[in-house]
């Protein structure tokens, strides 16, 4: 909220309140990527859907590409975890 605050107080951003909420998403799903949650994949996916739109409105479209393919990835990671978590497994073992 601060950061949406000063941006949109003192900077001439495009979107002030949008381009913050999405790094503290960001932040919080790399807190849990780090905390093994199986849901960051989810909140990666929701947050790189986010921004590609943002991107996308902005006409970035390389760095709008860049996050769908992180998208992909991210499904990609969750479907992995997913069935290693259903196969009884431990450790999701690597590429």
Do not use: E
């Amino acid at each position: 909220m601060a950061i949406g605050c000063l941006t949109s107080r003192y900077s001439d951003a495009a979107l002030p309140w949008m381009d913050p909420t999405l790094s503290s998403f960001s932040l919080v799903a790399q807190y849990w990527t780090a905390r093994r949650f199986a849901a960051s994949w989810l909140l990666w996916i929701v947050v790189d859907t986010l921004y590609v739109g943002m991107f996308v409105m902005k006409g970035l479209w390389p760095t709008a590409g860049l996050h769908a393919a992180m998208i992909i990835l991210a499904v990609l990671g969750y479907r992995r975890w997913r069935k290693h978590q259903h196969d009884g497994t431990t450790a999701v073992p690597a590429a």
